[in-house]
């Protein structure tokens, strides 16, 4: 009897586990995803009983929440009545930048309806104490509105003075709103420190909430990756930096400081990084009832430099392929020379043809990324791409003075993607990012010279030695490029 009773419930679970696995499988096969992406979810729902269901269901479909996606639908035209009054601007004169300008400009209008913003005058901010030297004073002469929105916030050292900076101008009756990630934050915002903005009258909100509950109604990895910060609707901050001090974050990781790259805005394109913050922040807090209503007619960013900048915003709400296939037309109009950083490089197949084209039809293609990185995983999952790249004519060179987490890419020095975006499957599908289309010479020229200068702290990828490594490393390279579109 006992034996019978065993059998029928094997039994009973074979069956399940098998019809689980299947219909799973029919479902990601229906979604027409990226094949790289189905083909990894497939391993995974295939090669885990029942754990591969789970997983699948925890972080395979992009869902943000019934009532979040609703709001993002509904407040969307925050951002649009932000851009009408520049669509109607005068023409821009699209003779004086590189001619494969114009045709992304016209991708990403016809992607997000954000056009390119004439008049803006940009700094590049090449280290951590200036960005929060500038930033702090800004705060400090701001007179109406500080917004902050940013992935990691992290106490000590220059984070610490940009917090009570932030209290000072609240105190003076600046409005000071902070919206920082529910996981990339999640020390800070149980922290003293955070308790202390709240009591000092600065709004502090979590992006994205995170939780076990959660996890059963939306899919919990899906982060917003921006950092913002628009003070008095005129001028902004955008790039890569997250409100930690280099010195002290994650220094037991043994990758060194992080080296990142800010710039700062004034003009049009500073009005519209705000219109991006208040979207995100209604996205969050529309259930809020006490909170005081939104100040619609911020005054209008006057023109106060030459460059002509477009933004992208990208993740889930955004078109599925938005930055994904920029970032194709990108590589594509490369002529003469095509150098990006960034700090986790996994690309797909279609980033991998682009990169591996360009370096075969001439383009002096370099590709810069950490020595050493955080990220066990994809570190595995890049080198596997090595040998097919160096093959191309690509040049990977190892940056060894930090964790380099400039995200950047210039085309022919003549124009620069300069952002939040890494080259990754998480930053392509998964993360809100902002990326900043620049088309300008000048500015894209200063972006190169700091990739110089990343460099000569570099050293080439050795491709005979790489081919001498062992049967074990090429077989957790393989293994992690199995799940790198999942990463």
Not at 334 to 357: G, V
Not at 360 to 377: A, H, K
Request: hydrophobic share 45%; with cysteine; charged share 20%.
């Amino acid at each position: 009897m006992m034996d019978t009773v065993a059998w029928s419930l094997t039994g009973s679970l074979f069956l399940a586990d098998l019809a689980i696995r299947i219909g799973f499988s029919l479902r990601v096969i229906m979604r027409k995803r990226a094949p790289s992406v189905s083909f990894a979810w497939l391993v995974v729902i295939l090669m885990l009983p029942f754990g591969g269901a789970i997983t699948y269901l925890l972080f395979g479909e992009n869902r943000l929440g019934e009532r979040r996606a609703n709001r993002l639908i509904k407040d969307r035209p925050v951002v649009r009545a932000r851009t009408a009054g520049h669509v109607d601007a005068p023409p821009i004169d699209w003779s004086a930048v590189n001619p494969e300008c114009l045709p992304l400009d016209r991708q990403i209008m016809a992607t997000t309806g954000i056009p390119t913003m004439p008049g803006n005058r940009l700094e590049l901010i090449d280290a951590a104490e200036r960005f929060f030297s500038l930033l702090i004073e800004d705060i400090g002469r701001a007179k109406s509105s500080c917004f902050l929105e940013f992935y990691i916030l992290s106490e000590g050292g220059w984070a610490d003075d940009l917090i009570d900076a932030l209290l000072v101008a609240c105190k003076r009756g600046v409005v000071c709103r902070l919206l920082l990630d529910s996981i990339g934050s999640k020390p800070f915002l149980r922290s003293r420190s955070a308790a202390r903005l709240r009591a000092g009258g600065v709004a502090v909100a979590e992006a994205l909430p995170a939780g076990l509950i959660r996890a059963l109604f939306i899919r919990i990895d899906l982060r917003n990756h921006r950092k913002i910060a628009v003070i008095d609707n005129q001028i902004a901050y955008t790039g890569s930096q997250n409100l930690v001090d280099p010195r002290l974050f994650k220094q037991k990781n043994g990758v060194g400081e992080w080296v990142d790259a800010m710039v700062r805005i004034t003009g049009p394109a500073a009005e519209l990084l705000a219109a991006i913050f208040l979207f995100d922040w209604r996205l969050e807090r529309a259930s809020r009832p006490s909170d005081p209503p939104e100040n619609t007619d911020l005054p209008p960013a006057p023109q106060t430099g030459d460059a002509l900048v477009q933004l992208a915003p990208s993740g889930p709400g955004y078109g599925e392929d938005t930055i994904h296939d920029l970032l194709l037309t990108t590589i594509y109009a490369a002529r003469r020379e095509l150098i990006l950083t960034t700090p986790y490089f996994a690309p797909d197949n279609a980033i991998l043809a682009a990169l591996k084209s360009a370096a075969q039809r001439g383009v002096e293609v370099t590709v810069i990324v950490p020595e050493r990185n955080d990220s066990r995983l994809v570190q595995y999952a890049s080198r596997a791409r090595y040998e097919a790249l160096t093959r191309a004519g690509v040049r990977i060179m190892a940056f060894s003075g930090g964790l380099l987490h400039a995200k950047t890419i210039t085309v022919d020095g003549d124009f620069c993607l300069f952002g939040s975006v890494n080259l990754d499957m998480r930053s392509f599908w998964l993360n809100f990012e902002m990326t900043l289309f620049i088309y300008n010479k000048d500015f894209a020229g200063q972006v190169r010279q700091l990739q110089q200068r990343y460099l000569r702290q570099t050293t080439p990828h050795d491709a005979e030695a790489f081919g001498a490594r062992s049967f074990g490393q090429r077989f957790l390279e393989n293994i992690a490029l199995l799940v790198s579109p999942l990463l």
